[in-house]
């Protein structure tokens, strides 16, 4: 009886355990996607380049047509944000709007941020990586593009090409 309870309260201890890492890695990987990401302005100078930081710190935009992902549509992959590694979108969410910047209509839940932008004398909603508040670009609701109706106008030097495939949900971000 007492190699029974053994073999039986093993088994249970196993199987316990393994739920725990299953649940232990969960928290872990929604823990991590929540963290903010805090630097001081001296530290985004050393980690960015001076066209990423006027981009992601100072909400600059580059030339139309002059970054690197406009007119790239890979198949798999994704992008992230250059600042923070933050996935944003899939490669499957890029799509040509001819606006001259890369465009996407939906991201990855919770990984970007918008809000209300009234620069330049007109109303427009900007979006920013969730993860540590970088610059990313403009959403525009309404053009008819694509199913989700909005494009995320997005600076290219904001983000980065990963060539892993990443199975996250995405969603528009409906601001």
Not at 5 to 12: E, G, M, V
Not at 24 to 40: D, G, H, P, T
Not at 96 to 113: E, L, M, R, T
Request: glycine share 6%; net charge positive.
């Amino acid at each position: 009886n007492i190699i029974f309870f053994l073999t039986k309260s093993f088994k249970l201890f196993r199987s316990s355990r393994r739920l725990f890492v299953v649940l232990n890695r969960s928290f872990k990987i929604n823990r991590m996607a929540s963290e903010k990401v805090v630097k001081s302005e001296e530290e985004w100078k050393k980690e960015l380049n001076a066209n990423e930081f006027r981009v992601l710190r100072e909400k600059g935009t580059e030339p139309a047509r002059s970054g690197e992902y406009d007119k790239q549509y890979p198949t798999e992959g994704y992008f992230a944000c250059r600042g923070c590694g933050n996935p944003l979108y899939s490669a499957q969410s890029k799509f040509n709007s001819g606006c001259g910047w890369p465009a996407f209509d939906k991201c990855y839940a919770g990984s970007v941020a918008t809000h209300s932008d009234v620069s330049f004398g007109m109303v427009r909603t900007e979006i920013l990586c969730a993860k540590c508040d970088g610059h990313l670009g403009h959403v525009f609701h309404g053009e008819k593009f694509t199913v989700t109706n909005e494009r995320h106008c997005v600076n290219s030097v904001s983000i980065k090409f990963v060539k892993e495939s990443l199975s996250l949900p995405e969603n528009p971000v409906k601001s």
